[in-house]
Nanobody, 129 residues
Framework: QLHLVESGGGLVQPGGSLRLSCAAS????????IGWFRQAPGKEDEGVSW????????NYADSVKGRFTIFRDNANDTVYLQMNSLKPEDTAVYYC??????????????????????WGQGTQVTVSS
């Protein structure tokens, strides 16, 4: 069965850091574009970040620019989301998703959840003192 697995969530104080990991089961990530999304209670899903499959092009939501970094570790076939300077408003369940590169030709296409074929089960991030 093909799916993604996220890890690395947890409870952290404001200003702290976490690194989320996204790994694949049944396929490899290097030929897919990867997006990170989050869902907070009572809020709509939000696209957080995205990385292309080949050239490492990245996108970030305005709310996380300068604080979050997405990158690939191709040797371990893992995509990471490094989250620094965390704020309480970053509290959410974070999901990674994989989609074929050809769907992401337009600038805002990475925000469209239906462009992704595979999703993980999510990992909870709680930012609180």
């Amino acid at each position: 069965q093909l799916h993604l697995v996220e890890s690395g969530g947890g409870l952290v104080q404001p200003g702290g850091s976490l690194r989320l990991s996204c790994a694949a089961s049944g396929f490899t990530l290097d030929s897919y574009a990867i997006g990170w999304f989050r869902q907070a209670p009572g809020k709509e899903d939000e696209g957080v970040s995205w990385i292309s499959s080949r050239y490492g092009t990245t996108n970030y939501a305005d709310s996380v620019k300068g604080r979050f970094t997405i990158f690939r570790d191709n040797a371990n076939d893992t995509v990471y989301l490094q989250m620094n300077s965390l704020k309480p408003e970053d509290t959410a369940v974070y999901y990674c998703a994989a989609g074929p590169p050809f769907r992401f030709g337009e600038p805002s296409s990475w925000l469209r959840g239906h462009f992704y074929d595979y999703w993980g089960q999510g990992t909870q991030v709680t930012v609180s003192s």
